[in-house]
């Protein structure tokens, strides 16, 4: 069965840090491209950083470019997203899904949604 999980959210400080994973089963990893989206409350989904699992080559949204990290564990099926320097506009819910090409317009076609984990940055 195919299905993607998100893991590891919470409630950080601002300037903390957390690891979110997105744990992949039931299709062949390899073949795709793993993007992180967000979506704050009253707010459109947004595309957050994406990788080709097989090449390892990575996007980034300018917003979170030089503070969130994305890499693949290849053996666990897993990607993460390690997210530092967090502010408070970085509260959402964040998920995980799947295309089957990395070049082009960086966040369309994509699709199997995970149901998302929450991370909330506040003082």
């Known amino acids: 069965q195919l299905q993607l999980v998100e893991s590891g959210g919470g409630l950080v400080h601002p300037g903390g840090s957390l690891r979110l994973s997105c744990a992949a089963s039931?299709?062949?990893?390899?073949?795709?491209?793993i993007g992180w989206f967000r979506q704050a409350p009253g707010k459109e989904r947004e595309g957050v950083s994406s990788?080709?699992?097989?090449?390892?080559?990575?996007y980034y949204a300018d917003s979170v470019k030089g503070r969130f990290t994305i890499s693949r564990d290849n053996a666990k099926n897993t990607v993460y997203l390690q997210m530092n320097s967090l502010k408070p506009e970085d509260t959402a819910v964040y998920y995980c899904?799947?295309?089957?090409?990395?070049?082009?317009?960086?966040?369309?076609?994509?699709?199997?949604w995970g149901p998302g984990t929450q991370v909330t940055v506040s003082s």
């Open positions: 899904a799947r295309r089957l090409y990395f070049k082009g317009p960086p966040w369309t076609d994509f699709g199997s």
């Open positions: 039931g299709f062949t990893f390899n073949y795709y491209t």
């Open positions: 990788i080709s699992i097989s090449e390892g080559t990575t």
